[in-house]
């Protein structure tokens, strides 16, 4: 039972966090980009904007930070023999992500909102990409503790701790770029749908002809070509993933399809009804498309679970090795759904604005409600495919060393389902305030760009 709770505790926090991580990520460079086309154009309109989607990443990198902040704490909490074992490791990476990454976010995104009118245009740019850079440099180095818990590389144990022997294995770690390449990319994905949405959305607000109704256009525009492309780029990253997965995590590959006898050529099931393990009642399948997503071989031999459950056991002993295959499978379906979802809406609104006709995205009413409604899809596909990578490695906590069971802190069931509840709690009131906050700003006037004042007002919220 302390096992459960602590995985669903965690899993709670991280979820929950995983919301704001790649909004914000993606929104400050698109921020940094919309403020460099006003720059560059002397463009009154994208310098609006800028300030408009400037409001909603402060938000969300306020949220970001405080639910960031317990996440590192719960390792400590439910996660002591873990942190014991891996503290050698992730002290390089996490001191590094918050003395670096962290305080340059910090600082500049503080020169960035108190210093529009007080540094030059050109030094007030340079503080936004700072602070994209920030954000991105931060993404790395947390992913690349997480990648070391997917691969190990560079360490040995001593006295039953693992101790960093290389940093430089550390950061080249292939399954650290795979994953930050993803990351990042679905990140800007993410960002661009919630621009494409809401500016679509204040564009049917604004009267026609007006000079604000024409900016949000012109950045559903934007958003819409943006979105498409970042999208395209994800489910590339993702295919390199896929074959780094078939390498270093098999028994992953394998969960995904819920295939359980090696195969050849194998097939790739879109949609399974019935029993997985059995033969199941309905099945949509293409063939030879899981050894094509695994080594891009036609006839590729991909192991089945059966097979790698075995060698699993002749190498680390009694117990099983397999993880639970439905939530595997299905998270692994709605992550790709989601995004091909999200590539089909980008291409309708990259439609609707050609010819640079762009009250057709104003004018469309279907458009404009799939836009609204295709904000969910982003956080949809990240999170399942958070769920994926995480469930699909278990029962190991760090791969082929240390199993989640081995892992858990020795506080009791009662402390645990306390802190759960409490977290549930206040995490619920948080995700209500954000909520709160990023749809009044979504309301407010492009004309309304009170940087300093939303500065201070998101500084009280945070401390």
Same mark, same amino acid.
């Given at each position: 039972?302390?096992?459960?709770?602590?995985?669903?505790?965690?899993?709670?926090?991280?979820?929950?966090?995983?919301?704001?991580?790649?909004?914000?990520?993606?929104?400050?460079?698109?921020?940094?980009?919309?403020?460099?086309?006003?720059?560059?154009?002397?463009?009154?309109?994208?310098?609006?904007?800028?300030?408009?989607?400037?409001?909603?990443?402060?938000?969300?990198?306020? &949220?970001?930070?405080?639910?960031?902040? &317990?996440?590192?704490?719960?390792?400590?909490?439910?996660?002591?023999?873990?942190?014991?074992?891996?503290?050698?490791?992730?002290?390089?990476?996490?001191?590094?992500?918050?003395?670096?990454?962290?305080?340059?976010?910090?600082?500049?995104?503080?020169?960035?909102?108190?210093?529009?009118?007080?540094?030059?245009?050109?030094?007030?740019?340079?503080?936004?990409?700072?602070?994209?850079?920030?954000?991105?440099?931060?993404?790395?180095?947390?992913?690349?503790?997480?990648?070391?818990?997917?691969?190990?590389?560079?360490?040995?144990?001593?006295?039953?701790?693992? &101790?960093?022997?290389?940093?430089?294995?550390?950061?080249?770690?292939?399954?650290?770029?795979?994953?930050?390449?993803?990351?990042?990319?679905?990140?800007?994905?993410?960002?661009?749908?919630?621009?494409?949405?809401?500016?679509?959305?204040?564009?049917?607000?604004?009267?026609?002809?007006?000079?604000?109704?024409?900016?949000?256009?012109?950045?559903?525009?934007?958003?819409?070509?943006?979105?498409?492309?970042?999208?395209?780029?994800?489910?590339?990253?993702?295919?390199?993933?896929?074959?780094?997965?078939?390498?270093?995590?098999?028994?992953?590959?394998?969960?995904?399809?819920?295939?359980?006898?090696?195969?050849?050529?194998?097939?790739?099931?879109?949609?399974?009804?019935?029993?997985?393990?059995?033969?199941?009642?309905?099945?949509?399948?293409?063939?030879?498309?899981?050894?094509?997503?695994?080594?891009?071989?036609?006839?590729?031999q991909v192991q089945g679970i059966n097979n790698i459950?075995?060698?699993?056991?002749?190498?680390?002993?009694?117990?099983?090795?397999?993880?639970?295959?439905?939530?595997?499978?299905?998270?692994?379906?709605?992550?790709?759904?989601?995004?091909?979802?999200?590539?089909?809406?980008?291409?309708?609104?990259?439609?609707?604005?050609?010819?640079?006709?762009?009250?057709?995205?104003?004018?469309?009413?279907?458009?404009?409600?799939?836009?609204?409604?295709?904000?969910?899809?982003?956080?949809?596909?990240?999170?399942?495919?958070?769920?994926?990578?995480?469930?699909?490695?278990?029962?190991?906590?760090?791969?082929?060393?240390?199993t989640t069971a081995k892992g858990v802190s020795t506080?009791?069931?009662?402390?645990?389902?306390?802190?759960?509840?409490?977290?549930?709690?206040?995490?619920?009131?948080?995700?209500?305030?954000?909520?709160?906050?990023?749809?009044?700003?979504?309301?407010?006037?492009?004309?309304?760009?009170?940087?300093?004042?939303?500065?201070?007002?998101?500084?009280?919220?945070?401390?």
């Amino acid at each position: 039972m302390q096992l459960l709770l602590a995985r669903w505790e965690f899993s709670a926090v991280t979820v929950f966090h995983f919301f704001f991580v790649p909004l914000t990520i993606g929104l400050a460079f698109l921020v940094a980009l919309m403020q460099t086309l006003a720059y560059k154009r002397g463009d009154a309109g994208w310098d609006r904007l800028s300030r408009f989607f400037g409001r909603l990443f402060l938000i969300e990198m306020a &949220v970001g930070i405080v639910t960031g902040i &317990v996440l590192e704490f719960q390792f400590g909490l439910n996660w002591s023999a873990y942190s014991v074992f891996v503290g050698n490791i992730f002290g390089a990476p996490l001191a590094i992500e918050a003395l670096l990454a962290f305080f340059m976010e910090s600082t500049f995104i503080g020169l960035w909102i108190f210093g529009r009118g007080r540094l030059s245009p050109r030094l007030h740019l340079a503080t936004i990409w700072m602070v994209s850079l920030g954000t991105t440099l931060s993404a790395l180095f947390i992913l690349a503790a997480n990648s070391w818990m997917q691969h190990p590389v560079g360490y040995k144990v001593v006295h039953g701790q693992a &101790v960093l022997t290389n940093f430089w294995l550390l950061l080249g770690n292939p399954m650290l770029w795979g994953s930050f390449a993803h990351t990042v990319l679905g990140a800007l994905a993410t960002a661009g749908a919630v621009v494409l949405g809401i500016s679509t959305w204040r564009a049917h607000r604004e009267p026609r002809g007006s000079e604000h109704r024409a900016s949000f256009l012109r950045a559903s525009r934007f958003a819409a070509f943006f979105t498409g492309v970042a999208t395209v780029l994800v489910a590339i990253s993702g295919d390199v993933q896929a074959r780094l997965m078939d390498v270093y995590q098999p028994m992953k590959m394998a969960a995904a399809e819920a295939l359980y006898t090696t195969k050849s050529g194998a097939s790739f099931s879109i949609l399974t009804i019935g029993n997985l393990k059995q033969k199941p009642i309905f099945q949509i399948r293409i063939p030879h498309l899981l050894s094509l997503i695994a080594d891009l071989s036609w006839n590729g031999q991909v192991q089945g679970i059966n097979n790698i459950q075995a060698a699993e056991v002749a190498k680390h002993g009694a117990g099983s090795y397999i993880p639970v295959i439905p939530l595997t499978y299905w998270s692994f379906r709605v992550m790709v759904g989601a995004g091909i979802l999200l590539i089909l809406l980008s291409a309708w609104g990259a439609w609707l604005a050609r010819g640079n006709n762009l009250e057709r995205l104003g004018e469309s009413r279907w458009f404009r409600r799939a836009a609204l409604w295709g904000i969910a899809l982003p956080f949809i596909s990240n999170t399942t495919g958070w769920i994926f990578t995480e469930i699909g490695r278990q029962p190991w906590i760090v791969y082929g060393l240390m199993t989640t069971a081995k892992g858990v802190s020795t506080v009791t069931t009662a402390d645990i389902a306390v802190t759960f509840v409490a977290f549930i709690v206040v995490y619920t009131v948080i995700g209500a305030v954000d909520a709160w906050l990023f749809v009044r700003a979504a309301r407010l006037s492009l004309d309304d760009t009170g940087e300093e004042a939303e500065g201070a007002e998101l500084a009280g919220l945070v401390y």
